[in-house]
């Protein structure tokens, strides 16, 4: 596990390295995940091929420090990525992000658009209003969903993203769901990045209509069989052949 500090959170962010071949795949996690925990199974696969991976835990999640004076913001985490990439100094990655991660790696691809070699998305929140959990998130008061809130959610949940909700900060958990509420023009500036992209989707989440949108036009679209929203968990192997495919 590698750190280094970052001076837009204010804290130590921890990343992994998988060492492999090719230009190496940063990948950004969603609400409540952590890329420490979702992703080993998924870049360890045959199907990944080998190839290099980088797996940030975003500030408030994993094992990346917590400070409670942070935003925890759709953009401000985006900036954090980008610090990530200039202190690995890359002259050339892939960026993948999945669900809120999905939103975050299209704002830091805007900033680190000049050494980006392709995005590939997840299900990413594309509109303002966010999903099930953000909504569920914020309809309590901040304090509320701390103090209590938070670890109900916990205690409730049976899928394996209990394991990461359990050690990301309440706070962050709320003040991305928020974020994500707030939304912003996702959409139109992903189509509008002139980089290499793909959209996935699992099929169990289709149909959708920002997917059938996009697979008429020139971005290209995947679909992943047997798996939903949570794809790494659901099936990892095609999660990992689909991004193999996508960076080669």
């Known amino acids: 596990m590698n750190a280094f500090f970052s001076s837009v959170a204010g804290c130590l962010v921890r990343w992994q390295a998988l060492p492999g071949k090719g230009t190496p795949l940063v990948f950004v996690h969603g609400l409540g995940c952590a890329s420490s925990y979702e992703y080993p199974r998924v870049v360890t696969d045959s199907a990944f091929g080998g190839r290099n991976a980088i797996l940030i835990d975003l500030p408030g999640c994993g094992y990346s420090q917590k400070p409670q004076d942070y935003s925890y913001s759709i953009s401000d985490q985006a900036k954090v990525v980008a610090e990530l990439v200039d202190h690995l100094d890359f002259y050339a990655f892939f960026l993948y992000g999945h669900s809120m991660g999905g939103s975050i790696s299209i704002e830091a691809a805007e900033i680190v658009q000049e050494r980006l070699s392709g995005l590939v998305v997840s299900e990413p929140n594309f509109h303002p209003g966010g999903g099930f959990f953000s909504k569920k998130i914020v309809s309590f008061p901040e304090e509320a969903f701390i103090r209590t809130a938070w670890q109900h959610m916990v205690e409730e949940e049976t899928s394996p ?17 928020a974020s994500l509420i707030k939304g912003n023009n996702w959409l139109e500036r992903f189509v509008h990045l002139s980089v290499k992209k793909q959209l996935i989707f699992g099929e169990f989440s289709l149909p959708d209509e920002d997917f059938t949108h996009l697979s008429t036009s020139e971005i290209s679209t995947c679909i992943l069989p047997g798996c939903g929203h949570s794809m790494s968990w659901e099936n990892p192997h095609a999660l990992a052949g689909a991004l193999s495919d996508f960076c080669r």
Request: proline fraction near 6%; aromatic fraction near 18%.
């Open 161 to 177: 993203w209990a394991g990461s909700l359990a050690v990301d900060a309440p706070w962050a958990l709320w003040r991305g769901a």
